[in-house]
């Protein structure tokens, strides 16, 4: 046994930060996906104490699920599965010779309306091969889904491919669609949509553009929170399956910009000493006073399940931290009487900090 003396015990007590900061390093940080199977572009609605996540499509069995959901009592898990949010494509979706349809990177947000809103992805019949951009409604967030006109929301032919909505609803009560698009280098795009969230307005701005060679003409997967009085981008750069996929951010000011990059990336394959592979298609959650990073990885070829991380913030910037665990009380929730205003948690917005 070892004794201290009294001068002993306040070295001992002097040097416990230390010690705390020298374990926490050399602890294993523990990267494991909370839903394994295949659930690439995940997308995270929280209503009431309770969660549910999308994916885009995938086999289940076999058949192919056009817009995956599953449940859950906590962020983490167990997650159970609840079937097809949206069994029935739109006219305007191009089938294959079995009558089926690809749908990607859904979002799902609630209405202040009633119900819920869903943005998807999926190739229009005309133009041929072009993907563009729907919106589907449900009085439930399993759905089902039931898609809105015969025509897609968004969607630019001469740029080839509008891919991964995501709403977002700034300070004002104004509502956005962010999306991705480019023929060449592409571009994220802040497109002004009405009130309802079903029909495109005015004129869409471009937030940032793929200029960087690190990230190889492309730009995707958006999403907007702010942060105090400061707009955050996240989004996921190069291509999915390179090897070199990643996760960085943008801040700005104002939704008007200009956006400026974060030097590097927030998240990558070297993050967490090479235990992921092409992190990306990333969406963030607020809920219990923390934001939360999710997002999909490989986990074996052409499997890319869904992982959570939280999100640290120093002077205003995101670092992700895969042990951050979360908080499961006093959360909001997602679902409004028709005419209340929507609370500036479901906006994207929380109330000026400190970091």
Known sequence: MITLDRGGWIRLLRAAPLIIALVAATTPVSVRPVIGRDFPDPNVLAVGGSYYAYSTASHYGTHVRHVPVVHASALRGTWTDVGDAMPELPSWVRKDATGEGSVWAPDVSARDEGGYLLYFTARAAEPINVQCIGAAL?????????????????CHPEERDSIDPKAFTDVDGKRYVLYTSGAKSETIWAQPVSHDGLTAIGNRRALIKADRPEEANIVESPALVRKGNEYVLFYSANAYNSGKYFVNYATAN????????????????????????????????????????IFHAYIKPLQRSMFVAGLRWSNGKPSVEMNVQARETDEPTDQLPFGTEVPPERRGVQPPDSD
Do not use: C, W
């Open 138 to 154: 449900s009085r439930s967030p399993k759905g089902p889904f039931h898609p809105v006109g015969n025509a897609p929301l968004i």
């Open 254 to 293: 104002s939704l008007n910009g200009p956006f400026e990059k974060s030097p590097g990336a927030m998240l990558d394959k070297n993050t967490f000493g090479g235990a992921l592979a092409n992190p990306g298609g990333e969406d963030v959650i607020y809920v219990g006073g923390q934001h939360y990073l």
